[in-house]
């Protein structure tokens, strides 16, 4: 089956600091990939579509200058976050789009910033 | 805009009870629907999905049927287990442009069995 991986699982920043998350479809290819930003106890919110060969599509309110994203190949997209702060930690979930609407969720990223 | 609108946890049972998670929807197409469902500390999984309407989706004895005319998906399942504590997303998937379709979630609902 689909299977969708994140990189890290778990990161610790400093303030200030900007991380790199990835995620890779493993046995498919993917020319969209999705973005989410969970918060504790609440739901998943749509960050962006991250576009392979494109700029990604960020939704409203989101900032684009520090949530940079790349769709660097067909397998692979990654969310850089720049000049971390406390209130940027979060559960990071990325997908990937399948058959009939469905997606594919990668297990996510759990940033901690200092 | 779509939106989904599900029961507000946390919902607590006993083993081997009935479960029912309440989820409407509102949407100005013809979206497909769906229940994910989240371990701890994991991402989401999905456990069924119903593409129009009438259309039950069914998955580890979990059940949902795409009521159109009620606008609602309700998941069900006849004995839960401890195992099945985790939290449960109903979402619609809805075509956003090109070949692109946007999920929108419902708030989730923790669902905690107790042996």
Redesign the interface.
Known sequence: GAVVS?HPSWVICKSGTSVKIECRSLDFQA??M?WYRQFP????M?MA?SNEGSKATYEQGVEKDKFLINHASLTLSTLTVTSAHPEDSSFY?C?A?GD?????????TRLTVT | GDSVTQMEGPVTLSEEAFLTINCTYTATGYPSLFWYVQYPGEGLQLLLKATKADDKGSNKGFEATYRKETTSFHLEKGSVQVSDSAVYFCALSEWSGGSNYKLTFGKGTLLTVNP
Not at chain 1, 41 to 44: A, D, E, P, R, Y
Not at chain 1, 100 to 108: I, K, M, V
């Open positions: 994140q020319t969209t999705f106890k609440q739901s998943l749509l579509t979930i997908s789009p009939a609407n469905e997606q594919y969720f990668g297990p996510g």
